[in-house]
């Protein structure tokens, strides 16, 4: 498969661009909104005006220094912190704002520094013959140029938005997303000789520890507000809950219709009665970034193919005849040479992505370990009426916000994993008999910062055996990151969930840094009498279990209608 992906210079380039359009921005933000966190920020920055007895005559870079600590001083890289912005800010009048779009600029500049490293024609790599290895090389281009894409989207709309509040919870998402990105590029040297893993956390090093401070830092802010009961005011701004901007009228109109079948913009059918025989040729004809729906109809069939809605394809949907209908079926796996990254048969990188009524699979089976059926990186990406089935690894849901409703989910071990804020709805989740000796855990999630607003929030689903599991230990999850963070609420459990509950990764317990939690969840299988005892499997109230609600969680109440997908936005 060929990368899309350019050279360093092109991201340097880009970086330049976005920097020159990110100063223009800054000038023209909300007067209301300046004015608005600058009460937030007056206490915290009071140094600024008040450093000496002379006041105006106190030294510019005592200031700089004086603001710069204060902000770093947030962060879990101070050093870097203070090292990245000491030396990039070089006037005594910095207002906090200005300083975390620097501290996205420079996390923007390092992480396109470190494209550079990762090529087979140069450095540590040159001449490898190891497949996986160049797999992983080509991987970590893949994702890292991810994490440019939604730096620079932080720092565009840090600059132009006209709502703090949305700004807030967009950039949480994009900034935890890069460090996804960045984190998933040094697991697939996991397996690597230990010089080849050693470079690449090296070449990452910088790049991960700026862009987890820019994340502290627009974190901070949005606690600050919080403080001041800044949410409140702000929630009375325009747009709030107006509908996406790129929903046009006419999309809401074909969305809307009863049969979005007859409507398809592209139809694929296998007997050649649609314009392509497989969705593949048809996702190539759709435009790049466009900002209208494009529907693609897939007619009932079974498609053997691997699909890659790339990160161009925008506002794409795909329906199809039925979830046990049409089918995309392929069967990539590690044991046979190919990394968890590259083995799902149908992955998602293209923003606002819908599918439904459709089926995808991945056949290697249980002997072939991870394998994935479907993988979703894209934001605000919607899944209704779906069949995923698989084993190991079954649904990736690899970062951003996503949401799935109706659908029914197949696997044996960390068969839900990754590092997004997914919510699961009304869903059901299916485990089933693995290879001989293996335990079933239904989770894996991996939150790798504390102020990364990730997890998986399994809502009002059923968690049934499918197959004779009763000589099978089964879990609802195990913590694949120290602060993994999975949520089951109202949901209904059946007796075959092991009484403990939570399966440790390694050894007997679990870092206290983890969110698990049950919250009123019925059947046999959910009692909590006999749970694992660790600090990070908390008891929650509904105050805090609303924090894991579609609303709350995934902001999904501007996006998710326009799907036509039914939600439950509170719990």
Known sequence: MSSPYGKVDEHEQILLEAKRKTRKRITIISLSSIVLVGVV???????????????????????????VKAVCDVTLYKDSCYRSLGSAVDSGDVQPEELFKV????????????????????????????????????ICRDVLDLAVDHLNSSLSTSG???????????????????????????????????????????????????????????????????????????????????????????????????????????????DGSGKYKTISAALKHVPDKSTKRTVIYVKKGLYYENVRVEKTKWNVMIIGDGMTATIVSGRLNVVDGTPTFS??????????????????????????????????????????????????????????????????????????????????????????VPMHGQQITITAQGKTD???????????????????????????????????????????????????????????????????????NVGPGASTKNRVKWKGLRTITSKQASKFSIKSFLQGDRWIPSSGAPFKSDL
Request: proline share 3%; glycine share 6%.
């Open 450 to 520: 504390p102020n990364m607003n990730t997890g998986i929030s399994i809502q009002y689903c059923n968690i049934a055996p499918f197959g004779n599991l009763s000589s099978v230990q089964t879990y609802l999850g195990r913590p694949w990151k120290n602060y993994s963070t999975t949520v089951y609420v109202r949901s209904r459990m059946d007796s075959f969930v092991n009484p403990k509950g939570w399966l440790p990764w390694v050894g007997n317990s679990a870092p206290d840094t983890i969110f698990y939690s049950e919250f009123r």
């Open 343 to 432: 083995s799902a048969t149908f992955a998602v990188f293209g923003r606002n992505f819908i599918a439904r009524d459709m089926g995808f699979r991945n056949t290697a089976g249980p002997q072939k370990h991870q394998a994935v059926a479907l993988m979703t990186s894209a934001d605000q990406a919607v899944f209704y009426k779906c069949h995923i089935d698989a084993y190991q690894d079954t649904l990736y849901v690899h970062a951003n916000r996503q949401f799935y409703r109706e659908c029914y989910i197949y696997g044996t071990v960390d068969f839900i994993f990754g590092n997004s804020a997914a919510v699961i709805q009304n869903c059901n989740i299916l485990p089933k």
């Open 160 to 270: 132009e938005s006209s709502s703090l509040l949305k700004v807030f919870e967009d950039l949480q998402t994009w900034l935890s997303a890069a460090g996804t990105y960045q984190q998933t590029c040094i697991e697939g040297f996991e397996d690597a000789k230990e010089p080849l893993k050693e470079k690449a956390e090296t070449y990452l090093k910088n790049a991960t520890e700026l862009t987890s401070n820019s994340l502290a830092i627009i974190t901070w802010i949005n606690k600050a507000a919080s403080t001041v009961n800044l949410r409140r005011l702000l929630s009375s701004l325009p747009h709030q809950n107006e509908a996406p901007k790129w929903l046009h009228s006419n999309d809401r109109k074909l969305l809307q219709t009863q049969d979005l079948r007859s409507k398809a913009h592209i139809v694929v059918a296998k």
């Open 103 to 138: 501290s996205i600029e420079v996390a923007l500049a390092e992480v396109s520094r470190a494209v550079g490293h990762f090529n087979e024609d140069g450095g540590v790599f040159k001449g490898l013959n190891d497949a996986k290895i160049k797999e992983a090389v080509r």
């Open 41 to 67: 920020f007056a206490s915290v920055f009071g140094t600024l005006n008040n450093n000496s007895k002379s006041g105006n005559n106190a030294n510019s870079s005592e200031s700089v220094t004086s603001s």
